[in-house]
């Protein structure tokens, strides 16, 4: 009780660092996808730390999650699983450090690259 009156009345400072940081991660994230991945039409999200991503315009998101979580690692969450407005589109959090949201994009872009390049055969 007492670590949550405090939270509550003496660390507004603590809570607006946190919500800079999440907010430049949202513009790191969104200038990486413009730079590596342009055909992605991103829109930073108002009022939440979760971006929705549809990486559709590269590659069927069902082929990109089995690859980003078997050979990847990655643990990503697919919006389907929030029913069909969600299909083709992953969430991901950007409330984390910044190398490890540069680290799973860079696995998602990798990942496009070799799909795409596959595709292509």
């Known amino acids: 009780m007492v670590l949550s009156i405090a939270a509550y009345n003496k660390c507004g400072y603590w809570l607006e660092q946190v919500l800079d940081y999440i907010e430049d991660n949202f513009n790191f994230m969104e200038k990486y996808l413009k730079e590596n991945l342009p055909k992605i039409n991103y829109k930073k999200p108002e009022g939440t730390y979760l971006a929705w991503v549809n ?6 998101y069902k082929e990109l999650l089995d690859v980003l979580i078997t050979k990847y690692d990655l643990l990503i969450e697919s919006g389907h699983v929030f029913g069909k407005p969600g299909d083709g589109y992953f969430r991901i959090s950007v409330a984390c450090p910044r190398v490890y949201l540069e680290e799973g994009l860079k696995r998602i872009v990798v990942t496009i690259k070799e799909l795409t390049n ?3 055969k």
């Open 55 to 60: 990486f559709g315009a590269y590659v069927d």
């Open 118 to 120: 596959m595709n292509k």
